[in-house]
């Protein structure tokens, strides 16, 4: 008999492709094993094993493949089931999604490069023949592809020697590698409490009357804590003071001095001891009591507690429970930014269950962890990761946490597959009879109605761990402060008040600014002209610090220009302004303090974030500028004053989310203030002060944010009342796209009516010489999901048969963020 299996090949294919495999072959292979395959001319892929059949295809002649990659399964049944159900509700082929499921270096293809890995030193004796030729090939060249090395070793199939040579960790495929950070230690003493009494003091300064240099120590420590009213680390100390390490040594064994860390749970575990977990409150025992209690009937819960309630204790309870049943919790998170804090609380408590997943790992790390989860090791019992991480081969999993529900990072914009990593997570839960917890402390509206909907369980908790009073919000009109002269540059009178008084008690202040650059439009005052990118329709921003101007959208640079490109009149003004602005008018108001700023220009670095957050927690940085990276639910301890410079470019965003995500930016920067013990306070300058989302962020009224939004999005029918699917159309030429988007809305039109807005040009019309259309498709509820989606692939492919538009790109983008 013929046999033949059908293949996912990482390309976006609407069907699998069929080859046909021998007798043998067929006894030997499952689904979910590699193989390599010809495609087209000359072509070699990687391909995925969906369908072991004996039906020859019709339309071709099935040709064989070259060689069996795997010995077993790497990609299980239920990842299939999940691929199908992403590629049908996101409107996308399984190839799309093999391609952000699998990691790189399980993909290879003829395009692949591959490196020599430089970290590890090889044991060339333990190299076959063929292996060892790839090897020394690349001590002469830095990277080779798989083409080449089909030429050196003079064969087609050379995926096998690839694939054991990444296992030998000789040689690693071609990537961005993201290396970890380990922050540095950096030690700090303090006076021992033993000495905290005035009586206590005077007797040990009495002792030490006979060991000067070490009275001039604690002396010094004195002077320093007074003076800066911070953490003493120790090489200052012993510089000021002018005592060697011994000295300080001396005092610490004396127990006058006790050394300590700030954040040492910042560091790697390194296997020690786990800790227990902590004890919960009231507010969140009660809370975990009435998850469990909502899991009895629901699948789905949404946790609404507000910042800084211990929500992350709350679900290490969840997640020791199941853990304790044997089974695997993904913990999901919307940016790896947000995880350094989080892993080594959770390794604190589990140790090395833990796992973290990410694809700015390295694919080491990454085939690493996938293979954990794929023989169910404890090592991976616990996976926390950002979206990609719903797509291990899990087998067993009993609770997804998605924390920070309401991020829209979640959802992936470019390329295919457009998935929203919670709402698969609800459907990959489901797969497996696992639960699934959504925590928020300002849900997304989404949710929320869920929620409400009874479609999800619910649970609140409305109080500060500690009980530490939200902060007080305080809303700074600076239409008028500005009518009445009391503004320097962007800071009103208000603002500088309180951050002279938060620097004076010694705390630390958070400063936010939604945009990057110094300023985002230059314009000439003679004759208005700005500068624009020559890729996109947009103005270029200037930022000062190289003096560029830079377009945010393609990555366009042009130095800055002294006179106008236009008009020639030397009379450039800057409009708006960025972090970098804020962050020059700071250094000038407060000249003796440390300001730091966090952009997506400063982090860009290897480990630019990372020192910027431990910075902080350390106490270098007194102001911290910072665009919304600082929202995401990071744990200051010392910050009390958060100043947000100005809402209203949030609240005028030209968006229908616009409004809440306002909400929830300005709460969760909010949130940053006074974590730990005394009440923290917020000030937000508007020229808006009685808008409606400002009052209910000002009220922390997250009920009165919902009702307000939800009437618009029902009466102009948006998400989630109505459900969407946006359509956008590219095009070099604008009257093709033009042309092509009519056609397209038209034939919309023709099957859903009134329920299709547009084509439109989007704010930004022209992105990287290519012009965008944009076409809403609205679906109400009671329509057909499925139905919808096939009418729509109906018309993309009569689209795509015409053939003047066949150059047309077109993106089907479903619940479009
Ligand atoms: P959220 O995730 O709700 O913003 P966190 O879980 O980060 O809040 O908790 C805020 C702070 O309170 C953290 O520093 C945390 O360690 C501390 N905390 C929370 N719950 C407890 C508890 N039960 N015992 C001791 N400390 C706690
Ligand atoms: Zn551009």
Redesign the pocket.
């Known amino acids: 008999m013929a046999y033949f299996i059908d293949v996912i090949l990482p390309i976006p294919l609407p069907k699998l492709f069929t080859y046909s495999i021998t007798d043998a072959e067929s006894g030997f292979l499952k689904t979910g094993m590699r193989v390599s395959v010809p495609f087209g001319k000359s072509k070699i892929y990687t391909a995925l094993v969906f369908k072991i059949h004996t039906n020859a295809p019709t339309a071709y002649d099935a040709k064989e493949i070259h060689q069996i990659l795997d010995d077993t399964p790497i990609v299980n049944q239920k990842q299939f089931q999940l691929w199908q159900w992403i590629a049908s509700y996101y409107m996308c082929t399984l190839g799309d999604v093999m391609r952000a499921a699998l990691p790189n270096a399980f993909v290879l293809e003829s395009e692949t490069v591959v490196l020599k890995n430089t970290i590890k030193t090889i044991d060339e004796s333990t190299l076959k023949d063929d292996e060892f030729l790839v090897y020394d090939a690349l001590n002469h060249q830095s990277s080779l592809k798989i083409q080449d090395i089909s030429s050196i070793l003079d064969k087609k199939n050379v995926l096998p020697v690839i694939k054991r040579l990444i296992e030998k960790e000789v040689i690693s495929v071609e990537e961005e590698i993201y290396e970890k950070y380990k922050p540095k230690l950096v030690r700090y003493v303090k006076l021992h409490t033993h000495f905290t009494s005035e009586k206590a003091l005077h007797g040990l300064l009495e002792e030490l009357s006979r060991a000067p240099k070490q009275r001039q120590v604690i002396m010094t420590l004195f002077s320093i804590s007074a003076k800066t009213r911070k953490p003493v680390k120790v090489s200052e100390l012993s510089s000021e003071s002018d005592a060697s390490a011994a000295i300080i040594k001396a005092l610490i064994e004396k127990d006058v001095l006790e050394e300590y860390y700030i954040q040492t749970d910042r560091i790697q575990y390194s296997g020690g001891e786990n800790e227990a977990t902590?004890?919960?409150?009231d507010y969140?025992s009660t809370a975990l009591e009435h998850i469990n209690t909502s899991f009895e009937t629901q699948n789905i819960t949404l946790l609404h507690?507000?910042?800084?309630?211990?929500?992350?204790?709350?679900y290490v309870k969840l997640i020791e429970e199941v853990v304790k049943q044997g089974k695997q919790v993904l913990y999901l998170l919307p940016e790896i930014a947000l995880t350094t804090q989080l892993v080594s609380?959770l390794q604190n408590y589990f140790g090395e269950q833990v796992a973290v997943y990410h694809s700015k790992y390295s694919s080491h790390e990454r085939v690493e962890v996938w293979n954990h989860v794929l023989n169910k090791s404890v090592k991976a019992q616990i996976v926390l990761g950002a979206r990609s991480s719903i797509f291990l081969p899990f087998d067993n999993l009993g609770l997804i946490i998605v924390?920070e529900e309401h991020e829209q990072s979640f959802k992936q914009f470019d390329p295919a597959p457009r998935y929203h990593a919670r709402d698969t997570a609800v459907v990959l839960a489901h797969m497996h009879g696992a639960k699934t917890l959504l925590?928020s402390?300002t849900p997304s509206l989404e949710s929320y109605f869920n929620a409400k909907q009874n479609k999800y369980g619910f649970v609140e908790?409305t109080t500060?761990?500690?009980e530490v009073l939200m902060p007080e919000i305080e809303l700074v009109d600076i239409k008028d402060k500005h009518k009445r002269k009391l503004m320097k540059g962007h800071f009103s009178d208000r603002l500088i008040e309180e951050m002279t008084e938060t620097l004076k008690e010694g705390y630390q202040i958070i400063l936010f600014q939604n945009r990057r650059g110094f300023s985002p439009i230059v314009e000439c005052n003679t004759c208005g002209h700005a500068p624009q990118c020559p890729n996109c329709d947009v103005s270029l921003t200037y930022h000062q610090y190289r003096s560029q101007l830079r377009c945010h959208y393609c990555g366009y640079t042009t130095a800055m220009q002294i006179s106008c490109m236009a008009c020639g009149a030397q009379d450039l003004d800057s409009k708006g302004f960025g972090t970098e602005q804020i962050e020059s008018e700071v250094k000038l108001l407060f000249p003796d303090y440390k300001v730091a700023r966090m952009d997506l220009d400063t982090t860009r670095g290897k480990y630019g974030y990372e020192k910027i957050i431990t910075a902080l927690e350390q106490q270098e940085i007194d102001i911290l500028v910072g665009t919304q990276m600082l929202t995401k639910?990071l744990?200051f301890?010392n910050v009390k004053l958060v100043g947000i410079m100005n809402a209203d470019n949030m609240l005028n965003f030209p968006d229908f989310r616009a409004h809440e995500r306002s909400f929830q930016l300005m709460l969760q920067v909010s949130?940053r203030a006074g974590?730990?013990d005394e009440r923290g306070r917020v000030l937000i300058q508007t020229y808006n002060p009685y808008h409606n989302i400002l009052q209910q962020v000002s009220t922390n009224n997250y009920v009165a944010m919902y009702n307000e939004q939800m009437n618009d999005r029902y009466n102009y029918k948006y998400p989630p009342v109505y459900k969407q699917v946006k359509i956008i159309l590219k095009h070099k030429d604008y009257n093709k796209v033009e042309a092509a988007a009519t056609w397209f809305a038209k034939a919309l039109r023709h099957v859903f009516g009134d329920n299709v807005l547009g084509p439109e040009a989007p704010p930004v019309a022209r992105i990287r010489n290519q012009f965008h259309k944009n076409i809403l498709v609205k679906i109400p509820k009671k329509q057909s999901l499925s139905k919808t989606k096939e009418a729509i692939i109906k018309i993309n492919n009569s689209f795509s048969s015409v053939k003047d538009f066949r150059s047309v790109r077109v993106i089907l983008n479903v619940d479009n963020f």
């Open positions: 902590k004890t919960l409150n969140q507690g507000v910042t800084s309630s211990g929500k992350t204790e709350v609380r924390d925590g402390a908790i500060r761990y500690n639910g744990d301890r949130g974590r730990t």
